[in-house]
């Protein structure tokens, strides 16, 4: 963490980790769930199981992961950023050091692989959507996939759309295809766009 120091208005510029809490502290207030655990409950609440968990932390570096830091330089900027000024912190003069001095960015994060009930959660069997392939005319080498659409708050849709599973530049070699019964809403943006309110929120909360 870097020392405190005054921007050019007399504003305290903030210390990398006072600025970080301050951001982690707006997540929570906007319903922004930072707690696994509550993820764990939920999930054994609806008759689930946990199968494997594990930390998966990020270190991003501003030299060799130049996009992922500007994106995560874009959500503290879109968020905290409001917090510092809210507090009479110069929150331009804590991005402009972060930027003239780049530095290493940690983030904790935990990796969680679940076994969820099948029956709760399936809308199509396996025989419906080959039924739909054979119908379409489709070959072997196309599967057919959901996308998920939020059409209207509290309204989620699915459209179903071709996957050429032949065509290995769908995948990267240290990637998999799975196939998913379910999927679920993210705590940040999703559950924003889910509600209806996302226009007057922060992209990540």
């Known amino acids: 963490p870097s020392s405190r120091s005054w921007g050019s208005r007399n504003q305290m510029i903030p ?5 970080f809490q301050i951001y982690s502290d707006s997540l929570t207030r906007h319903g922004h769930n930072l707690n696994p655990s509550l993820i764990v409950d939920a999930i054994i ?9 594990g930390a998966s932390d990020w270190i991003i570096d501003p030299s060799s992961d130049v ?17 510092m ?18 530095r290493t960015i ?16 399936a809308t199509e069997t396996d025989t419906d959507m080959e039924s ?21 708050p509290y ?31 993210s705590s940040g943006t999703e559950l924003k766009i889910f509600r209806g309110d996302f226009e007057s929120a922060s992209l990540d909360v």
């Open 106 to 121: 940690g983030v904790s994060n935990v990796d969680l692989l679940f076994r969820l009930r099948t029956d709760l959660y």
């Open 45 to 53: 609440d609806r008759g689930g199981s946990i199968i494997s968990e």
């Open 15 to 19: 210390s990398d980790t006072t600025a």
């Open 132 to 152: 739909i392939g054979h119908a379409s005319g489709l070959d072997s080498t196309t599967a057919l996939v959901q996308e998920i659409q939020f059409v209207a």
């Open 67 to 83: 996009f992922l830091w500007e994106t995560m330089m874009y959500f503290f900027g879109m968020s905290g950023a409001r917090e």
């Open 155 to 185: 309204n989620v849709s699915t459209i179903t759309k071709h996957w050429d599973t032949s065509d290995s530049s769908n995948l990267s070699p240290d990637q998999v295809e799975i196939k998913s019964l379910c999927s679920l809403i």
């Open 85 to 102: 000024t809210k507090q009479n912190l110069d929150a331009a003069g804590w991005i402009k050091r972060c930027r003239s001095n780049p």
